[in-house]
């Protein structure tokens, strides 16, 4: 702003130092600008000299102080001068003033609108012709007309020069700002002659086509564009030579980029000839793309819909095998009995997390942190990694927290383990080697999983795109999406992953933050279990009971209804699905009212994006079904709101 009101002061102060008197008026003839000779030619007041000042002002003054002599009636003077600016007429003239002195009138419109003045006094030159023709009685009297005419015509002129140069200066703005807007326009934009000839273009064709020219003036239409490709749009490039405008879409061969080709006629005037034509491309392939993508997506919610019913009931089988394999394990079983059992309830629980993903598959993807015990996560996740490696292979795997509750999103870390043991597994090769998953603490901030092998490390490129999505080095048979999704699911739960080699292959580093849940172990409660099924009720109850708990059961909110005022009652725990017209949402929203200090709590197999699971997690914990005793364990163990 500064330097702005500095470059005024400066142009008006250049202005002042013109002998000429000069103004400049707005299309609503109102001042923009004037100098000082202006003011002190016509003796005008401070005010008429102010930006804004009337432009009809200023001539009633003039009037009124005889600028003009004798004026009959001075009102219809001052509107016909109005009319006159209004006009916008470029004109030249000579008047004589009231005091004898003569100036020359020199008249201009503006492009944007607006009126400049030039005022010259010229009563010197007037007075020297006077003297020529008065002591040059040797010259004809119609050499001296000659002579002031033409005197005149140079001045007139002159004028029309001036006006003529500001005119160019006036389009060659326009042009380079027409160029400019080209050159930015994201697009290819050029005109082709009858001839197929390139005579304009925003040399923007090598962004839309790599491989082609940018200066294509003067080529061949099949020169600059390729032969197949100009093949491809001859006959639309035709039809806009015989007046048919058209718009196609094609595939270059060249780079696979999907384009869009506009062909527009060149036509002089409604019916006359066509000079050329317009032709507009654009690259389409992100869009391409997304349309593909939208279409599979309805495909995918689709099947989601299909598939949510099922999903529901098989996640109630789930969670009973689940109830029964923790029955299973308290009894005397062989070793081997009670390995085949851990990594059956592994499965499970990795069914259940299939099926959750099924009945969400078209839902964006959301980091759901819940109660973890490490100790438990790393013995159900090392059975799950050994079943997809062979005997040649050995897994190991450590972690230094115990038995320590986190909040982690359990499926995700999951995924993303297993995803970096199979990578590690591919890397190594079938003759085998070592894989090593490692957890531990980083200044009581990070939760830290190391993945390391004894393969051959990742090369120079892997370690610079490695996280980039398609990016793969197994060729046809990865599909180099493995690392981008992990890279992914660890930056949406807010940490990173970087990729190295060690002394003995290649190593990944996945930090996510460390939250620790406090081990307060949850005291003895009498819970209030409601579940319509009764073999899943049974399997709930003996998880609750199992954990020193105290079971009351209901089969339907009315039962709940009724047994939730017995006194004794600490806890509800409810299915969202009741039999019936009422909600176990339902249920708990009218319990807290009238017994606001219960704790409460639901379950459900219901997918995360079901707006009654969404109306019930706004106000309680909700734990997906299906669900083993530590998943209870850890749901029983926070802070349950009443």
């Known amino acids: 702003m500064a330097r702005q009101t500095a470059t005024a002061k400066m142009t008006q102060a250049g202005l002042n130092l013109i002998q000429q008197a000069l103004s400049i008026y707005d299309s609503d003839l109102r001042l923009a600008v004037c100098n000082r000779p202006f003011q002190t030619m016509f003796g005008l007041p401070d005010h008429l000299v102010t930006p804004g000042a009337s432009f ?20 219809s003077f001052v509107q016909d001068r109005i009319n006159q600016a209004l006009d916008f007429q470029p004109h030249y003239m000579e008047r004589g003033r009231a005091n004898g002195r003569m100036i020359s009138v020199e008249g201009s419109p503006l492009p944007d609108g607006g009126w400049v003045t030039v005022y010259t006094d010229i009563t010197k030159i007037k007075r020297q012709e006077e003297l020529l023709r008065s002591r040059s009685e040797e010259l004809s009297d119609q050499l001296l007309t000659r002579a002031e005419e033409l005197a005149r015509t140079n001045r007139q002129l002159e004028s029309t020069i001036a006006q003529l140069e500001e005119a160019k200066r006036g389009l060659a703005e326009l042009e380079a700002r027409t160029r400019l807007t080209t050159e930015m326009t994201p697009a290819h934009i050029a005109h082709v002659d009858s001839d197929e000839i390139y005579t304009f273009t925003n040399r923007r064709l090598s962004a839309v086509l790599p491989g082609r020219p940018s200066d294509i003036i003067g080529m061949k239409f099949s020169d600059a564009l390729g032969e197949h490709t100009a093949a491809r749009l001859r006959p639309h490039l035709q039809g806009a030579l015989n007046g048919e405008s058209s718009v196609t879409e094609f595939t ?26 317009y032709l507009l491309s654009t690259d389409m392939t992100e869009e391409a793309q997304a349309r593909a993508v939208l279409s599979q997506t309805h495909k995918r919610e689709l099947a989601a819909q299909l598939t949510s019913g099922l999903a529901h009931d098989f996640s109630n089988l789930l969670t009973i095998i689940l109830g029964l394999q923790s029955r299973l394990k308290k009894l005397e079983l062989p070793a081997n009995a009670r390995d085949l059992s851990d990594a059956t309830v592994a499965a499970a629980r990795r069914g259940g997390t299939l099926l959750e993903r099924i009945a969400k598959i078209s839902d964006p993807r959301a980091v759901n942190p819940a109660p973890v015990d490490l100790g438990r996560f790393f013995e159900q996740f090392s059975a799950l990694a050994h079943a997809p490696l062979s005997d040649a292979f050995d897994l190991q795997t450590s972690q230094h927290l115990g038995n320590t509750l986190v909040l982690l999103d359990e499926g995700s870390v999951q995924d993303c383990l297993l995803n970096l043991v199979l990578n590690a597994r591919d890397a190594i090769g079938p003759e085998g080697g070592t894989i090593r998953v490692n957890a531990q603490k980083v200044r009581d901030t990070w939760l830290e999983f190391i993945v390391e092998d004894s393969g ?16 793969s080095t197994k060729g046809q048979a990865g599909s180099g999406l493995g ?19 060690h002394p003995g292959g290649g190593k990944v580093t996945m930090r996510l933050p460390l939250r620790v849940v406090p081990q307060s172990a949850a005291k003895p409660l009498l819970i209030l279990l409601v579940e319509d099924m009764p073999d899943l009720r049974v399997s709930v109850r003996e998880m609750l009971t199992d954990m020193g708990h105290q079971v009351i059961e209901a089969a339907s909110y009315g039962e709940a209804d009724e047994l939730a005022d017995l006194p004794a009652i600490e806890m509800v725990l409810s299915d969202i699905k009741l039999s019936g017209h009422s909600t176990g949402v339902d249920l708990l929203e009218h319990l807290s009212k009238r017994r606001p200090e219960l704790r409460l709590a639901l379950m459900t197999s219901l997918p995360e994006a079901h707006p009654l699971r969404q109306r019930g997690a706004m ?22 709101p009443a």
């Open 56 to 75: 009809e002002d200023t001539i009633r003054y003039l009037v009124a102080s005889g600028e003009y002599g004798e004026v009959e009636n001075q009102e």
């Open 252 to 277: 270059d061969v060249d780079t696979g980029r999907r384009i869009r080709s506009a062909f527009t006629p060149d036509r002089v005037g409604k019916d006359g000839p066509i000079n050329g034509v």
């Open 456 to 471: 051959p490390g990742f090369s120079d490129e892997a370690l610079q795109f490695g996280l980039d999505p398609f990016f």
């Open 483 to 501: 690392l981008s999704m992990v890279f992914d699911a660890v930056k949406m739960s807010g940490g990173h992953v970087r990729l190295s080699n």
């Open 619 to 640: 106000s309680w914990p909700v734990l997906s079904k299906p669900f083993d005793p530590a998943q209870l364990h850890a749901l029983l163990v926070q802070e349950i």
